[in-house]
């Protein structure tokens, strides 16, 4: 049975950095890409950023230098690394993985594109 459970978030203020981290079990991580989406109130889940097998990547513009997503196949485990956040930051982040054979010059960062999903967390930038 594929886990996928996130941890990291909280409060912040404005400016200020957060780390996410994202352990699966009952997979093969080093087999997965995986993804970091969000959703805040109201609106459509987003896709944050990804990141293949390969450790190739993908960032949505909104994000684009100032986030960062890394793998730890050896923990299983998914960072993504959040600075200089804003309020429009604010919402419920999830952590997503999908069984890939494929070596992608950018992953796929869709939801229809993932499988499993984490229960997610939620990340609040203060003005």
């Known amino acids: 049975q594929v886990q996928v459970v996130e941890s990291g978030g909280g409060l912040v203020q404005a400016g200020g950095s957060l780390r996410l981290s994202c352990t699966a079990s009952g997979l093969t991580f080093d087999a997965y890409r995986m993804g970091w989406f969000r959703q805040a109130p109201g609106e459509e889940r987003e896709g944050v950023s990804c990141?293949?097998?390969?450790?190739?990547?993908y960032y949505s513009d909104s994000v684009k230098g100032r986030f960062i997503i890394s793998r730890d196949n050896a923990k299983n485990t998914l960072y993504l690394q959040m600075n200089s956040l804003s309020p429009d930051d604010t919402a419920m982040y999830y952590c997503a993985a999908a069984a890939d054979g494929r070596r992608w010059r950018t992953p796929p960062c869709g939801s229809d594109d993932y499988k499993y999903w984490g229960q997610g967390i939620q990340v609040t930038v203060s003005s």
């Open positions: 990141i293949g097998r390969n450790t190739v990547t």
